[in-house]
């Protein structure tokens, strides 16, 4: 891999970990035409998670902090016997949502690792993620703005979002795309859904990084990757604080159907290729 391969997977797993264009299913066709593969392909992808980790914790460094306190508040009150207390603030009850959220994205993860890895060597497969990441995209503009806040949130709600995260794991389907539509689905307000829609995507990054680490460090890392790999973090870190902003702006000004045409086209192109090539 050279720099410059992994300056435009920085790019494109930063902009699109975010946007709802897929970044699984970027990356997978980018590596397909740069010939990556091999020890490179999971090395990189380690590495690159955790620069888009570092952006949205970086955009949420406040709310991150507040969850973090509230957590330890949370521990004192159950120590005490006051209970855990979930609806005592808004803080506590978004925590409480987070964790909600992330248990059915990490049992389909852990379930169909298998399958949906799988999928990653199929171009079809991909083709057909991005043409269903644009489909709900465009659904996603036909719900009305919700007027649910975090302590109006159901709890079938953030259970609902965490199903659509744990799908997301396909190639192809956007994780911040399908979120989003599980939010406003559930009738969350826009700015509330796109917000939470981020935060659980930390838990998810850092597990899929702690899971993948003894994969890292049993392929280890050839000396010519130690460059490429700095170079894309980086890009990935910064691309990422771009996409986060970008996103917030455009859910709230309802302009998610570019992405739909976006996708459905490179979905169509993918899949055509992978077909004729066959």
Known sequence: ????????????????????????????????????????????????????????????????????KELCATIKDICTGKGPRINANETRRLGFMIIVATIPTAIIGILFEDFFDSLYASLVAIGLGLIFTGTIMFLSEKFGSGRHNVMQMKWRTAIFVGIMQGIAICPGVSRSGSTLVGGLTGGLKREFAVKFAFLISIPTILGSIILELPKLFGEGMGSGLVLPCIAGVAVAAVSG???????IALVSKKKLIYFSIYTWVLGALVAGYAMLAI
């Open 241 to 247: 604080l771009v996409a986060i902003k970008a996103m």
């Open 1 to 68: 891999m050279t720099v410059l391969q992994a300056i435009i997977l920085g790019l494109v797993q930063g902009l699109a970990e975010f946007l709802p264009i897929s970044s699984s299913g970027h990356l997978a066709i980018l590596q397909y035409f740069f010939g990556i593969e091999g020890e490179s392909v999971l090395v990189f992808t380690v590495l690159m998670h955790l620069g888009t980790l570092i952006s949205v914790c970086i955009v949420y460094a406040k709310d991150i902090w507040a969850l973090l």
